[in-house]
């Protein structure tokens, strides 16, 4: 026989065990935070997540990210705090190409970026159009966003990948470094290939000209003094 005290001590356990039902007024309020929460992560997506699913190619030693604009310099966040990736058709439209037309000096709008030495480079380069083509191996638009140039860095012929999101204006939708004349991608992809060889895009303002010319030519240089 089970002692009286045993018996209620486990007869209210019992109870105790019950599934407990919900309420119409509770399971109202469940759904609605719910839809509240699946609302509020529809209204922030997320930019990087939508730059890895892309199904283009991303360059992951360069990604489309913050640290491939600034690299060690906190102080530009604040700057560049407006800028957003994006591809040639979401700033050019359709019908875009590496080279339009002629290769020409003209070509070369200078943005916000200050490498002024690396452009005089490019410029200068093409007075004579095979040089600026020689450094290519991709030559025309890729459907896969991939881009490939060769350049000699410290006296090495070096195969140089990129893809082609460019750093842009959030507002404009424009790039905000150096661009084409037209709807052509040779002088910002030539940027961003030279600024992935140094790390970042903060890294390559202010150099000097006569490296910029070995290292897309191969060819030694003089420089010289005048009065």
Same mark, same amino acid.
């Given at each position: 026989?089970?002692?009286?005290? $045993? ?13 407990? =039902? ?137 195969? $140089? ?16 470094? =150096? ?37 897309? =030519? ?10």
């Amino acid at each position: 026989q089970i002692d009286p005290r $045993i018996e209620s001590i486990l007869h209210t356990e019992i109870k105790d065990d019950k599934p407990r =039902t919900t309420t119409k007024g509770e399971e109202s309020s469940k759904e609605l935070d719910s839809r509240n929460n699946k609302h509020t992560q529809e209204k922030q997506p997320n930019p990087q997540k939508e730059i890895i699913s892309s199904n283009k190619f991303v360059d992951k030693e360069f990604p489309p990210s913050l640290q491939s604009l600034i690299g060690e310099n906190i102080l530009r966040k604040v700057q560049w705090a407006h800028v957003t990736w994006l591809r040639p058709e979401e700033f050019y439209g359709k019908d875009f190409k590496v080279f339009y037309e002629a290769i020409e000096p003209n070509d070369i709008k200078q943005g916000e970026l200050g490498d002024c030495y690396f452009l005089s480079t490019l410029a200068s380069l093409a007075e004579q159009p095979k040089r600026i083509e020689n450094i290519f191996v991709t030559k025309e638009v890729n459907p896969e966003g991939r881009y490939t140039m060769r350049m000699c860095i410290m006296g090495e012929w070096t195969e $140089i990948t990129v893809d082609d999101y460019f750093p842009c204006d959030s507002i404009t939708k424009q790039p905000i470094f =150096t661009r084409g004349n037209e709807k052509e991608l040779w002088v910002l992809l030539l940027e961003k290939a030279w600024a992935k060889v140094f790390g970042s895009y903060d890294k390559i303002e202010a150099g000097i000209t006569r490296e910029c010319l070995h290292d897309l =030519t191969g060819a030694p240089t003089k420089y010289y003094f005048t009065d």
